[in-house]
T-cell receptor, first 110, second 113 residues
Framework: SQQGEEDPQALSIQEGENATMNCSYK?????LQWYRQNSGRGLVHLIL?????REKHSGRLRVTLDTSKKSSSLLITASRAADTASYFC??????????FGTGTRLTVIP | KAGVTQTPRYLIKTRGQQVTLSCSPI?????VSWYQQTPGQGLQFLFE???????NKGNFPGRFSGRQFSNSRSEMNVSTLELGDSALYLC????????????FGSGTRLTVV
């Protein structure tokens, strides 16, 4: 399967702490994307990083990409209760579809 | 601007029946993709359409089909429903391809009994 693996599967932190999620994948990619999903609803696109980029920031989000290790990480700084959700990485290979990871369930405790 | 609209939100069907799900993409988005989400298999790609043409198809049986209309609206159909087809079906639209990032709809929750 080309599906990515995310680590950890579940993460519980206190409000104000930072949360780090990792994603590993198996094939060469054009880009890697991170999505958030609240309670089984639709996914929300957070950030896209292209294969020639190493780091990208968007607000409280920081994404890194290491293509040599086929891995990426998502850092959420100063977490809030509203950040409680499942987070998915997804890899794009230029084939007009994305391969999604298994997801990390983040719980931020107020 | 309006987001991706999926209808219906919830659906209960009996084994053996067929079902049609609808998706209206964001205005100007020409690529529409469908994904199935289940607790066991996660998010699985079904198919992708661009300008009424299917450009890619996932590894699902022929009971799963779709189409896209000239206004970019898309439908997917599942025939001869099985219990295992119970899932959240998500539609995603993009300007031209997944490499631009998707905007997802809220999904259709299908339960097969």
């Amino acid at each position: 399967s080309q599906q990515g693996e995310e680590d950890p599967q579940a993460l519980s932190i206190q409000e104000g702490e930072n949360a780090t999620m990792n994603c590993s994948y198996k094939t060469s990619i054009n880009n890697l994307q991170w999505y958030r999903q609240n309670s089984g609803r639709g996914l929300v696109h957070l950030i896209l990083i292209r294969s020639n980029e190493r780091e990208k920031h968007s607000g409280r989000l920081r994404v890194t990409l290491d293509t040599s290790k086929k891995s990426s990480s998502l850092l959420i700084t100063a977490s809030r209760a509203a950040d409680t959700a499942s987070y998915f990485c997804a890899t794009g290979t230029g084939a007009n579809n994305l391969f999604f990871g298994t997801g990390t369930r983040l719980t931020v405790i107020p | 601007k309006a987001g991706v609209t999926q209808t219906p939100r919830y659906l209960i069907k009996t084994r053996g029946q067929q079902v049609t799900l609808s998706c209206s993409p964001i205005s100007g988005h020409r690529s529409v993709s469908w994904y199935q989400q289940t607790p066991g298999q996660g998010l699985q790609f079904l198919f992708e359409y661009f300008s009424e043409t299917q450009r890619n198809k996932g590894n699902f049986p022929g009971r799963f089909s779709g189409r896209q209309f000239s206004n970019s609206r898309s439908e997917m159909n599942v025939s001869t429903l099985e219990l295992g087809d119970s899932a959240l079906y998500l539609c995603a639209s993009s300007l031209a391809s997944s490499d631009y990032g998707y905007t997802f709809g809220s999904g259709t929750r299908l339960t097969v009994v």
